[in-house]
């Protein structure tokens, strides 16, 4: 559930804020006082200058030694022609927050990266050897990231020089945008509810996820190649290459103790909304839940290998990001098993035997009882029940004109039904899901990024005629001056009307 939501309200964003701006200028991030909340990552498009207030620079004294960190004002050199996508769309008022500010970590490479560069996991079987394959997987995730410290200060990737982190790992730009956009602390996103006893039968609270992505070198420079220039998206042939590795930290907001593999939690402090239909953003702590990878790896039938780990705290490692468990890994939709089966609401894993493009860890006192995918496919605990990874990735295009999954139409074909299972087809990597629409081949954020980036465009520098009346033209004459400053606060917590994704992803 958290995928549709989360992209309808990108699409309908109604905070729009430059996507990049000077790395020239010194004064940095800046926070409006006025929204409140609303920020973009480095310096605000119609921010009167009154109203913004500096936010707490990040401690640097946690980071490691040879890291390398340096303030933005001291790197004037990097960006094409001296860009920056935004780093977060929300951040806490200056005062309340003192910690690390998240970077966007945006020096995409030019290139394909050489061949020594890649990961030494491909070398494993990954149905053969599925569990030593995500294992070494996690490793490769892992490296660098784990400062060894504080877990707040894991995954912080300070871009501002060249340094190991910063050239293998990235992030995607333009997920700053919208109502679910970018918080500033970890540069989590806003993704769905989490409904009561979704996570255990012990778990009373209904709650929210929120999560970040990273991006490889080898995925980095099909960002780098479609972003090469930030006013002109390349669409054209998008195919990340082999050797592409994405991962996803997924957090959510329900409290530990309702939620037994929640026990010794990784807890991060994220800006996120009071509730999930909230739109007010208060500073709280999330605790980790699940790890989500996609591998390009050509000996893949498809040409993408999926993954997933679930957090089980009572596993207790002394590095608690290995509490991440394998919990199974997909290579395919298996487009015959047919059969309708949910469970979600688990108090036990239902394995599938059915299945030949899936393996879902067998151990269960390894795994914490899930509801897994329709059927029996592979998803976490945070996903929906009855979608799979490679199901709802496989409509990832530039233009979401399929919703992710067939249950979120007004009506909804029936399970198991030619129809349904159009989003069970085993698609190739760069295969499209509508024949008239680019791919972003199983990118579901990069679809958002190019969806974001259009939609603040045309709600910017242009009107479509089909939208114009007179009426709407007098009116924002007359807010003539500060029009975009004005638009921007007022429509704050209105999401408007929406196009044909949002009706469909919301029922
Ligand atoms: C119902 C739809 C849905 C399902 C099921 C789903 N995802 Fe996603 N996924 C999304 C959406 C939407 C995004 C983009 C927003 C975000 O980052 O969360 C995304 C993003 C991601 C990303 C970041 C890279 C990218 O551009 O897409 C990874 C990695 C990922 N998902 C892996 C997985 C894995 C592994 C599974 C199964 C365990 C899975 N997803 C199941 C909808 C889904």
Not at 127 to 142: K, P, S, V
Not at 295 to 319: C, E, H, M
Not at 379 to 394: E, F, I, L, R, W
Request: net charge neutral.
């Amino acid at each position: 559930m958290r995928g549709p939501i989360w992209i309808a309200s990108g699409l309908l964003g109604f905070i729009c804020w430059c996507a990049w701006a000077d790395t020239h200028e010194p004064a940095g991030r800046r926070v409006s006082a006025v929204a409140g909340e609303a920020v973009a990552g480095v310096d605000v498009v119609g921010q009167p200058a009154s109203e913004a207030a500096p936010v707490a620079k990040p401690d640097r004294s946690i980071l490691k030694k040879g890291v390398g960190y340096k303030p933005q004002a001291e790197n004037a050199e990097r960006g094409r022609a001296g860009k920056r996508f935004a780093d977060f769309g929300f951040m806490p008022p200056a005062g309340s927050y003192e910690g690390r500010v998240f970077r966007l970590s945006q020096n995409y490479p030019q290139q394909v990266p050489q061949e020594d560069r890649l990961p030494q996991f491909l070398k494993l079987d990954f149905q053969r050897e599925w569990r030593a394959y995500l294992l070494a997987a996690r490793e490769y995730c892992f490296d660098g990231h784990i400062k060894g410290g504080d877990v707040e200060d894991d995954f912080f990737i300070p871009d501002d020089a060249p340094n190991e982190l910063s050239k293998r790992w990235f992030h995607m730009p333009w997920q700053h945008f919208g109502p679910y956009g970018r918080e500033g602390i970890h540069g989590l996103t806003k993704e769905a509810p989490v409904q009561p006893r979704q996570l255990a039968e012990s778990q009373t609270s209904s709650g929210q996820t929120y999560a970040v992505a990273f991006f490889n070198d080898f995925g980095g420079s099909t960002i780098g190649r479609v972003w090469a220039d930030p006013a002109q998206p390349n669409l054209h042939d998008i195919r990340f290459p082999h050797g592409t590795v994405i991962f996803k930290l997924l957090f959510v907001d329900i409290p530990p103790r309702e939620v037994p593999c929640l026990c010794n939690p990784i807890r991060w402090q994220g800006y996120i909304t009071e509730t999930f239909p909230s739109t007010k953003r208060r500073v709280a702590d999330l605790s980790l839940i699940q790890m989500d990878l996609m591998v390009r790896d050509d000996r893949s039938p498809l040409g993408w290998v999926f993954g997933t780990y679930q957090y089980n705290g009572a596993q207790s490692k002394k590095i608690l990001w290995e509490n991440l468990v394998p919990l199974g890994i997909q290579w395919g939709n298996d487009p015959d098993v047919r059969d309708h089966h949910v469970n979600d609401q688990p108090n036990k894993t239902i394995r599938n035997p059915k299945l030949k493009e899936t393996i879902i860890n067998e151990d269960d006192t390894e795994l914490p009882p899930t509801h897994l995918g329709w059927n029996g496919r592979l998803n976490g605990p945070v996903d929906n029940p009855q979608s799979s990874c490679m199901s709802c990735h496989a409509t990832a295009q530039v233009r979401q004109k399929s919703p992710l999954s067939p249950t979120f139409q007004r009506t909804p074909p029936a399970p198991g039904s030619d129809a349904w299972m159009r989003w069970f087809q085993n698609y190739r990597c760069g295969e499209r899901f509508d024949k008239d629409v680019p791919t972003a081949d199983f990118s579901i954020q990069l679809g958002i990024s190019v969806q974001n980036y259009q939609k603040w465009r045309s709600e910017e520098i242009g009107i479509s005629a089909k939208n114009y009346t007179h009426k709407a033209q007098k009116a924002k004459a007359a807010s003539e001056g500060d029009s975009r400053f004005t638009e921007r606060v007022n429509t704050q917590g209105k999401p408007q009307e929406s196009s044909r994704i949002q009706r469909s992803f919301s029922e």
